[in-house]
């Protein structure tokens, strides 16, 4: 079973900047590199939604409410995806997810990004 693992939130001003990051578990055996990936946000009192994914040859794509502030990538060698963001707002509030997109494998705890003054 894959168990996806992602680390990094924290509580941050607005303008800040954090960088997320996601690995498949080691005794998984799954390459992340195979497939496009996604990371996900779940706000409280919403739906899950996708905020930006990575193809396989490394083709980004963002919703527009993160454009120009975010930027997703992948790290092959160490099997992990990442999120870096910057310029956060309140509004970025969530429980963040990596999955693959769409996804695929169960979901993992994710971790929490809070944007607050």
């Known amino acids: 079973q894959v168990q996806l693992v992602e680390s990094g939130g924290g509580l941050v001003q607005p303008g800040g900047s954090l960088r997320l990051s996601c690995a498949a578990s080691?005794?998984?055996?799954?390459?992340?590199?195979?497939?496009?990936m996604g990371w996900y946000r779940q706000a409280p009192g919403k739906q899950r939604a996708l905020v930006a994914a990575i193809t396989r040859g490394g083709t980004t794509s963002y919703v527009d409410s993160v454009k120009g502030r975010f930027t997703i990538s992948r790290n092959n060698a160490k099997n992990s995806v990442s999120l870096q963001m910057n310029s956060l707002k309140p509004g970025d509030t969530a429980v963040y997810h990596c999955?693959?997109?769409?996804?695929?494998?169960?979901w993992g705890q994710g971790t929490q990004v809070t944007v607050s003054s």
């Open positions: 080691a005794a998984s055996g799954t390459i992340l590199s195979l497939n496009a």
């Open positions: 999955n693959e997109a769409p996804p695929k494998y169960s």
